[in-house]
Nanobody, 121 residues
């Protein structure tokens, strides 16, 4: 499956952004989806994931209450709604597809190209 992430940008602290991940090539609803992020000089880290049906989601503690992952299987698209952004959220955000909504990077076979999110203070 091919993934295309979009929606990043430069915002101020407290603002919101919605990232999108458009999928093509295989049956989107066969896969769990996830968002990871990588800040400069840091390893890529898990942010959120969602089951194939959208019925269950998982988030890293640092984004709970602020970020929401969702998906629209009819549109072959996953989303990450990010509210109350802080400078610590600055990173390249990647979407990924895999067989289960796990937190490990190696659980995901397919990756998007990343979209930059920069939050100024």
């Amino acid at each position: 499956v091919q993934l295309q992430a979009s929606g990043g940008g430069l915002v101020q602290a407290g603002d919101s952004l919605r990232l999108s991940c458009a999928a093509s090539g295989r049956t989107f609803s066969d896969y769990a989806m996830a968002w990871f992020r990588q800040a400069p000089g840091k390893e890529r880290e898990f942010v959120a994931s969602i089951t194939w049906s959208g019925g269950t989601t998982y988030n890293v503690d640092s984004v709970k209450g602020r970020f929401t992952i969702s998906r629209d299987n009819a549109k072959n698209t996953a989303y990450l709604q990010m509210n109350s952004l802080t400078p610590e959220d600055t990173a390249v955000y990647y979407c990924a597809a895999g067989p289960a909504p796990l937190r490990a990077r190696n659980a995901y076979r397919y990756w998007g190209q990343g979209t930059q999110v920069t939050v100024s203070s």
